[in-house]
């Protein structure tokens, strides 16, 4: 059967595709990799916050070297002290802020290999086909969803950047804002269709050619995977696994229809 979507049928398609994959992960025991990505995640926060309070120690210490002063009473010195204290509590929001943005990308990258099984896994449960394990395959896999996520990485911040220059303008601003909102979900979803392109023996090439032609898939899954992700503690935990599910059955769904 030969049947074309649309845009908005596909990008409501990547969001219905959620619905299936939560029961689905439960159903077929696949919420087995909820551990690994417990751990995987819990370990990315606390070395994230580690790191963000050692940077934000050193560089407050470092500030600070250049307006230290020999009066240590009165005035200067409780000065001194609030100044202090806001600059602590402001690097740390900088450095917060600049983790977070970065976390669901560092996240996707230690995940691939989980990711990439989990979308595997899915597919055989569907069809019924097995993918025999290879692990000289199994780790280029892993490389590529890598690379994916890297390169998807350079090219979302390499947009962020350059609206820098635009967003102070009305109008042209706020949907400068939006069209960052957008590539971001595109740029997620396209990681999450690539575990099935990989296994299609798509080059790199052929799957950026596929995922937009299949575009409004791809931001649908990666605007559901965003509002996980924004859930505190526990939505990276939940967006990694059921991310590559969703998007290996709505893909399927579409191959089915064309």
Not at 4 to 23: M, N, P
Not at 31 to 39: N, S
Not at 88 to 95: A, D, E, T
Request: charged share 15%; with cysteine.
């Amino acid at each position: 059967m030969n049947q074309q979507l649309s845009f908005f049928q596909k990008f409501g398609l990547g969001i219905k595709s959620y619905g299936k994959a939560f029961s689905f992960v439960f159903e077929k025991g696949l919420w087995i990799y909820f551990i690994y990505t417990i751990v995987i995640a819990g370990l990315l926060t606390f070395f994230g916050f580690q790191l963000v309070r050692v940077f934000t120690d050193w560089l407050e210490g470092l500030i600070m070297s250049y307006f230290s002063s020999d009066i240590q009473t009165g005035w200067l010195s409780f000065l001194g002290d609030f100044l202090r204290l806001l600059l602590s509590i402001g690097l740390k929001i900088l450095f917060f802020f600049i983790f977070s943005t970065f976390s669901k990308y560092i996240l996707l990258i230690l995940m691939s290999p989980i990711m990439s099984l989990l979308s595997e896994r899915t597919e055989e449960i569907i069809t019924g086909k097995v993918y025999p394990f290879q692990f000289k395959l199994f780790i280029k896999n892993i490389f590529r969803g890598v690379m994916i996520a890297l390169r998807n990485m350079c090219i979302e911040f390499s947009f962020i950047f350059l609206s820098f220059f635009v967003c102070w303008i009305p109008v042209i601003g706020w949907a400068c804002a939006l069209f960052l909102l957008i590539i971001s979900y595109y740029f997620y979803g396209f990681s999450m269709m690539d575990y099935v392109n990989e296994r299609r023996k798509k080059g790199v090439s052929q799957s950026v050619s596929y995922v937009r032609k299949h575009k409004g898939l791809a931001i649908g899954n990666g605007f559901i995977f965003s509002l996980l992700f924004s859930i505190p503690f526990i939505g990276g935990m939940i967006a990694t696994v059921v991310a590559p599910v969703a998007a290996c059955i709505a893909v399927m769904d579409i191959e089915s229809r064309e």
